[in-house]
T-cell receptor, first 112, second 114 residues
Framework: GENVEQHPSTLSVQEGDSAVIKCTYSDSASNYFPWYKQELGKRPQLIIDIRSNVGEKKDQRIAVTLNKTAKHFSLHITETQPEDSAVYFCAASETGGFKTIFGAGTRLFVKA | KAGVTQTPRYLIKTRGQQVTLSCSPISGHRSVSWYQQTPGQGLQFLFEYFSETQRNKGNFPGRFSGRQFSNSRSEMNVSTLELGDSALYLC?????????????FGQGTRLTVV
């Protein structure tokens, strides 16, 4: 069945450093790749997404890259701040499947 | 515009009982998905409904079922509860009909089975 693997499970960085989270998906029909941030005790919220016809997308300090051939996509956060500390989930879904598969999550700690 | 609303927020049930959770999507959204969130397993997809039809389901036993009403509100039912069903149950609504789009999550219902 469909699967999304996410690494690392935990990531600790110093404030100001960059953080990179990587995901691999199995369903070649996947064409939509959102990233969600979940702060402690709160609901997941979309921070950025990318569709399969685009290789890279940026939004201020956040960027996502997609390699469809390798079935890899990554989240890059630059100039990390303590408020970036949260759990980040990658996901993959495809038109027609109406199913979004999430990775297991990465707990990011940004140390001040 | 009101967000996704889930009720109740917390539930404590005994093994063997059944439970019904409710989700009201954002106005105008017709797609509602349900997820089970546990500390070690992340977000596990349960099922997705659109216009009262289940379009896809995840790998959960038949004890987990759902439905969607004509006003897009959705309910999820778990029968014969087991201790392992203790989790946070999240629903999410989206406006996409054919193309997947951003999912807006509710606050979740925390179910504890004792």
């Amino acid at each position: 069945g469909e699967n999304v693997e996410q690494h690392p499970s935990t990531l600790s960085v110093q404030e100001g450093d960059s953080a990179v989270i990587k995901c691999t998906y199995s369903d070649s029909a996947s064409n939509y790749f959102p990233w969600y941030k979940q702060e402690l005790g709160k609901r997941p919220q979309l921070i950025i997404d990318i569709r399969s016809n685009v290789g890279e997308k940026k939004d201020q300090r956040i960027a996502v890259t997609l390699n469809k051939t390798a079935k890899h996509f990554s989240l890059h956060i630059t100039e990390t701040q303590p408020e970036d500390s949260a759990v980040y989930f990658c996901a993959a879904s495809e038109t027609g499947g109406f199913k979004t598969i999430f990775g297991a999550g990465t707990r990011l700690f940004v140390k001040a | 515009k009101a967000g996704v609303t889930q009720t109740p927020r917390y539930l404590i049930k005994t093994r063997g009982q059944q439970v019904t959770l409710s989700c009201s999507p954002i106005s105008g959204h017709r797609s509602v998905s349900w997820y089970q969130q546990t500390p070690g397993q992340g977000l596990q997809f349960l099922f997705e409904y659109f216009s009262e039809t289940q379009r896809n389901k995840g790998n959960f036993p038949g004890r987990f079922s759902g439905r969607q009403f004509s006003n897009s509100r959705s309910e999820m039912n778990v029968s014969t509860l087991e201790l392992g069903d203790s989790a946070l149950y999240l629903c999410a609504s989206s406006g996409g009909r054919r193309e997947p789009t951003e999912a807006f999550f509710g606050q979740g219902t925390r179910l504890t089975v004792v």
